[in-house]
């Protein structure tokens, strides 16, 4: 007769962010995001001239104190986050690299119109590099949506 000894694993204990910090996460983050976005319209209206200069001004002055406020209770928010599992972080650093190149790719459409308004593309050269830009844009934003998703299913 052979006995088969199992060996017991210990349970492994999963550490959780405690729901109210992801909640708390995810609300400032897309509020953020929100911002940003009235950031850009903002702008646009500028450049149309539907808005004056000072308007301009003292409404983005406005947005960018909220803005850094935002930004430094997500910055603690991270950190608490990231803290708990290496799971969490990742996902953070993939939500990071999605702004990122968020940020670049409004950089460079904005540099594309500014070639084209000094006559050095073409407007279907413009046209071609803005869709472009327009379509890595969407799925980087379709990236962060995915991984706040994940989060908010993370809380329920």
């Known amino acids: 007769m052979f006995f088969v000894r199992r060996l017991i694993k210990p349970a492994v204990i999963t550490a959780t962010v405690p729901p109210?910090?992801?909640?708390?996460?995810?609300?400032?983050?897309?509020?953020?995001?929100?911002?940003?976005?009235?950031?850009?319209?903002?702008?646009k209206q500028f450049r149309r001239g539907k808005i004056s200069r000072r308007r301009l001004k003292l409404r983005r002055e406005s947005l960018d104190r909220r803005l850094a406020a935002l930004n430094k209770r997500l910055m603690d928010l991270k950190e608490q986050i990231s803290a708990v599992t290496e799971r969490y972080g990742e996902m953070l650093r993939d939500l990071e690299t999605a702004e990122a190149e968020i940020e670049m790719l409004n950089a460079n459409i904005e540099h594309v119109e500014a070639r084209f308004r000094r006559g050095e593309?073409?407007?279907?050269?413009?046209?071609?590099?803005?869709?472009?830009?327009?379509?890595?844009?969407?799925?980087?934003?379709?990236?962060i949506s995915e991984i706040l998703l994940r989060f908010q299913e993370e809380v329920a």
């Open 121 to 143: 593309i073409s407007a279907d050269v413009k046209k071609k590099l803005i869709d472009e830009y327009n379509g890595i844009k969407r799925r980087a934003e379709g990236r």
């Open 20 to 43: 109210n910090v992801l909640r708390e996460f995810i609300k400032v983050y897309e509020e953020r995001r929100r911002l940003y976005v009235d950031l850009q319209s903002l702008r």
